[in-house]
């Protein structure tokens, strides 16, 4: 029997939407092929939005995304809302999808592909072979504990103020995200924490360890966060899948991410506890490269093979997109940005049609 699925498209600006229509004929051909169908809705978000409707997240996108069994988004944002206040800027319509979505489980892979090794900026014996995943919790930690602020002392003198709290029920949720990701890969989770100084890190250990009874065929170690950036750097191949909280995933995603080197490349994907998930790429709107057919698709393609994998639970449909992308590569097919000696140079569409071909 076919599976349906409805999916929300949201090509925001800049690139978004020729990165997205490549993105989008590449998932009809695989549907074509593995027996799912996709009912595809698009909406406004970001910049886009703003222009039509005022609102960097119109109640209808949201309502839209709410009803859908993943959304997948482009990127918004560039040049001509700079200017807006804060609240009203294309980058508050992302912060208030994800809070809409109840997106607490952010999952950011860094994968070496063999035929860009030479991008990243380490040695190729230190990268080669490396494939890690990091599940960052969202909504949580430093980001938003209170007390928050800026205060005057008695003194006069000011305080700034943030708190990095954790309750047990957000350091099990994520978690459990964090092991049946695990599950899904090599089998390997590394929790990441600072127990050795704070309270909130003893916590967050205690209950991963005692999560771990629930995973027999996961193996969990801890390490400290000074550590694993270092770790992360020396020998990236201990890592398989590397669990943290909010602050501490923020800074070894983007360490993580760019041992790969090529900001076209990563996509990432945020799941919430039962909603449908969000699927991205890392990279932004690129407004310099806007409308030139300059823009590498793969980040965004590979938001959809991550969509299939963690959000539609198609690993075979996920498997074939991501065969695909390294096809092409090994062809020789490659985007401005990641372009090297004696490679084909392809405008978005025409890896769009690379990919299509392969498949
Ligand atoms: P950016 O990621 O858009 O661009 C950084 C550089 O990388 C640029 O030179 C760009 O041309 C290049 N680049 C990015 N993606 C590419 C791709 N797919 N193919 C080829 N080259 C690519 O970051 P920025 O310049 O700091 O931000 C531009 C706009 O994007 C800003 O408005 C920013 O707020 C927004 N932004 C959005 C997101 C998002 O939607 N999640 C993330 C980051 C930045």
Redesign the pocket.
């Known amino acids: 029997m076919t599976q349906r699925y409805r999916i929300t498209l949201l090509p925001?600006?800049?690139?978004?939407p020729e990165?997205m229509a490549v993105t989008v004929d590449v998932l009809k051909k695989v549907a074509a092929q593995t027996g799912i169908a996709f009912d595809f809705q698009e909406a406004l978000v970001?910049?886009a939005a703003i222009d039509a409707t005022g609102s960097p997240l119109p109640a209808d996108t949201l309502a839209m995304c709410k009803d859908s069994d993943a959304v997948l988004?482009?990127?918004?944002?560039?040049?001509k809302?700079?200017n807006l206040p804060n609240d009203s800027?294309?980058?508050k319509g992302?912060l208030n999808l994800r809070s809409g979505l109840g997106l607490f489980a952010n999952l950011r892979p860094a994968a070496i592909l063999p035929q860009l090794i030479d991008a990243s900026s380490l040695k190729r014996e230190v990268v080669e072979g490396v494939d890690i995943m990091v599940v960052r919790e969202l909504t949580g930690g430093i980001y938003f504990g209170q007390p928050r602020g800026i205060f005057e002392t008695e003194t006069g003198e000011k305080r700034g103020v943030n708190t990095m709290v954790y309750s047990e029920s957000e350091i099990d949720r994520i978690g459990r995200v964090a092991f049946e990701t695990a599950r899904k890969r090599r089998k390997k989770l590394c929790s990441v924490d600072k127990s050795n100084v704070l309270e909130v890190s003893q916590l967050w250990r205690d209950r991963m360890t005692q999560l771990a009874a629930a995973y027999p065929d996961v193996e969990l170690s801890h390490m400290y966060v000074d550590n694993a950036a270092m770790q992360l750097l020396r020998a990236p191949k201990q890592f398989d899948t590397i669990v943290t909280g909010n602050l501490f995933g923020d800074i070894l995603s983007d360490a993580a991410a760019m041992l790969t080197g090529s900001?076209?490349m990563l996509p990432s994907a945020s799941m919430g506890a039962n909603g449908p998930g969000l699927f991205?790429?890392?990279?932004?709107?690129?407004?310099?490269?806007a409308g030139q057919d300059?823009?590498?698709?793969?980040?965004?393609v590979l938001s959809a093979a991550m969509m299939l994998r963690y959000g539609l639970n198609q690993p075979e449909a996920a498997d074939q997109i991501e065969q695909a992308v390294l096809k092409v590569l090994d062809q020789g097919y490659r985007?401005?940005?990641i372009l090297s000696e004696g490679m084909t140079l392809v405008g978005?569409k025409g890896m769009g049609e690379a990919l299509l071909a392969v498949l």
């Not at 988004?73 to 040049?79: N, P, Q």
């Open positions: 925001g600006d800049g690139i978004g990165i970001g910049g988004l482009a990127a918004i944002g560039g040049y809302w700079d800027r294309p980058e992302l900001i076209g991205e790429p890392v990279h932004g709107s690129a407004p310099d490269i300059k823009a590498n698709p793969l980040a965004q985007t401005g940005d978005c």
